[in-house]
């Protein structure tokens, strides 16, 4: 591959992504620096309940920081198992619904290590088409036979396990609120189908975990369905503010995890301080069901103001996906509105199918009921313009 022409390629289709670097300001608000326009609103956080700045984890992380220090000091089958790793996982174990929990350093690491551990060769793997890029590279390490069905057709689903289910282990993988369409995957009917199948159930919480569910356990815990997944798996760093991931499942399964995921076993433990900040918004969820109400509150507001605009079909979720089709078109649009003060990211091939290029709206507790009405007027007309 010759780079510079790679490059010159992919910036002449406008598929070139850059970096920018931001300063955040209270209220959603975001500075770029040697930008035009001043301040902009962040709609593509996915700081949803806000808090990444709660004062409660800040305080409680400054406290495992001076308690325990930066770093860990080694991966935690070494000599890096501090008790704190335990008293979150318990906590999180609670709050999924499961026997038990394990941490992993990142999302990305936890789908990386657990898909690999669970299936290999003779194995096969059934995964919807939109499921985020960790899981696929945690498929490819697996060495596994992997089955793409159509996003949410459990129709299609049911078909390729009849013909194809095979005599080994086979592992269905999906989110149960998809990232960049923000919809929910049916799981109590993908636990039924799993059951008759007899297949292993893995589902991504990463954008759901702190916001569905009575207890902010996820949309497992909202379907009632916690008890029939077998593997639920969820990140900190999303609408918990913090870092760092888990898995839940039953005792036997983490037992199996902790020396077969190799991206546990062969990594640093998190450091005090962000364990500190995950454990404090692990209670907060659990304990302050308002967040909730007031997020979806504001994500009725936003939705109610774009369909007075004509823009309608906005999806069940605090993701709100708007289809324009090209990726120059998308570019430009959100271009448009990042010169007026909005910042929402334009989602592109490869990261969603060709022709499905969208503008992505993430809403967050940061953004008050005005920003989002006058945003989602500014979003209506930048869309009748292009
Ligand atoms: C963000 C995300 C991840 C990765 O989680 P990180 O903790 O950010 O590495 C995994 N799966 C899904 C569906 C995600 O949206």
């Not at 002449?12 to 326009?37: A, E, I, M």
């Not at 995964?127 to 696929?136: E, F, G, P, Q, V």
């Not at 709100?320 to 990042?338: D, E």
Request: charged residues 20%; hydrophobic residues 40%; proline residues 3%.
């Amino acid at each position: 591959m010759n780079i510079r022409n790679w490059l010159t390629e992919h910036k002449k289709k406008n598929l070139l992504r850059r970096l920018t670097p931001v300063k955040r300001l209270p209220d959603g608000q975001l500075v770029v620096p040697g930008h035009t326009s001043q301040q902009l609103l962040d709609f593509s956080s996915n700081d949803y309940l806000g808090l990444s700045t709660h004062k409660g984890m800040i305080e409680l992380s400054r406290h495992f920081l001076e308690l325990a220090g930066c770093g860990a000091g080694a991966a935690r089958l070494m000599s890096g198992d501090l008790a704190m790793y335990h008293r979150l996982e318990e906590e999180v174990a609670q709050l999924k619904g499961q026997e038990a929990a394990l941490l992993f350093g990142s999302g990305y690491m936890a789908n990386c290590g657990v898909i690999p551990a669970l299936v290999g060769r003779n194995d096969v793997i059934f995964t919807d088409r939109l499921n985020h890029a960790s899981i696929y590279d945690g498929c490819s390490l697996s060495r596994a036979k992997l089955i793409r069905f159509h996003h949410n057709d459990l129709n299609h689903l049911e078909e390729l396990l009849s013909k194809q289910r095979g005599k080994g282990e086979a592992l269905i993988v999906v989110e149960s609120l998809y990232s960049m369409d923000g919809d929910r995957c049916p799981l109590q009917d993908m636990v039924q189908l799993k059951e008759k199948f007899n297949c292993l159930l893995m589902v991504d919480e990463a954008h759901a975990t702190g916001v569905f569910g009575k207890n902010g356990g996820g949309i497992i815990e909202e379907d009632g369905v916690a008890g029939r997944v077998d593997i639920a798996m969820g990140t900190f760093g999303k609408a918990l503010g913090s870092y760092g991931a888990y898995i839940a499942s039953t005792q036997n399964m983490i037992d199996f995890l902790i020396n077969r995921a190799r991206t546990f076993i062969y990594s640093t433990g998190l450091p005090p301080a962000v364990i500190g900040a995950s454990l404090a918004a692990t209670r907060i969820i659990r304990q302050e069901p308002e967040l909730r109400r007031d997020l979806f509150a504001r994500v009725d507001c936003f939705k109610a103001a774009l369909a007075k605009k004509g823009v309608t079909n906005l999806g069940p979720s605090q993701i709100v996906p708007i289809m324009v089709g090209q990726s120059s078109r998308a570019v430009q649009i959100a271009n448009a509105l990042r010169d007026q003060g909005i910042f929402a990211t334009a989602v592109r091939p490869p990261t969603v199918p060709e022709g499905t290029a969208r503008l992505r709206f993430s809403i967050t507790r940061h953004l008050g009921h005005e920003a989002l009405q006058k945003a989602a007027s500014l979003i209506g007309a930048a869309l009748h313009a292009s």
